[in-house]
């Protein structure tokens, strides 16, 4: 039965050469083996319920018109009650999709409220950002205003520095000058 398989599945495919063949077909061919064990249980069972019904048949005290009007009553009473549950599970099922159908419209509404509040509170972001940077953009062009004005500031101050040192130099080579000239007289 197994080489029966191999052969089989050697056909349907060109499988030879590959290394996994073997245990591909192993769990196929134990897939099989459970397959047809359970086909041979369900078999089995309806057997065997056959059987004893059969055998219920032979072993009851009532006549055969009897028993047959009392199954005949008892599924009449089952089919009803059947039936009922049927029905009372439909209606229970259609009140539940009723019931379903407006939690999703009441949920479905929030889910549409809240993604236009979140495109809006994007937009909202994206317009403060813009004013941000636009602020951001001013400070920096006023700080960097402040900062070369200060430093021109400092350049002039520094020139005008320069400029009363080298007075201040002029003055004390005009005064040393002096001083030689009159110690060269003395």
């Known amino acids: 039965m197994l ?6 599945k050697l056909e349907e495919r060109d499988l030879l050469d590959k290394t996994d063949f073997y ?24 057997i065997g319920s056959v059987l004893t019904g059969l055998l219920a048949l032979f072993l009851l005290p009532k006549s055969g018109k009897e028993f047959r009007s009392d199954v005949k009553h008892k599924v009449d009473k089952v089919a009803r009650d059947v039936e009922d549950k049927t029905d ?7 009140e539940i999709l009723r019931k379903a159908d407006r939690l999703f419209e009441s949920k479905k509404k929030d ?4 993604a236009e509040d979140v495109e809006e509170g994007f937009e909202d972001f994206k317009e403060e950002t813009k004013l941000a940077k636009l602020r951001a953009k001013l400070k920096a062009k006023s700080a960097k205003d402040d900062v070369e004005d200060y430093i021109e500031e400092k350049v002039d101050k520094a020139k ?3 400029k009363e040192i080298e007075k201040g130099a002029e003055e004390v080579k005009d005064v040393a000058e002096e001083t030689v000239e009159e110690i060269k007289k003395k």
């Open 3 to 8: 080489l029966r398989f191999l052969v089989n």
């Open 23 to 46: 245990s591909h077909v192993e769990s196929e061919f134990k897939q099989r083996r459970r397959t047809e064990a359970l086909k041979n249980i369900g078999i089995g069972f309806a």
């Open 88 to 94: 009372k599970v439909k209606e229970k099922g259609e």
């Open 111 to 114: 889910v549409i409220d809240f």
């Open 160 to 162: 005008d520095v320069k």
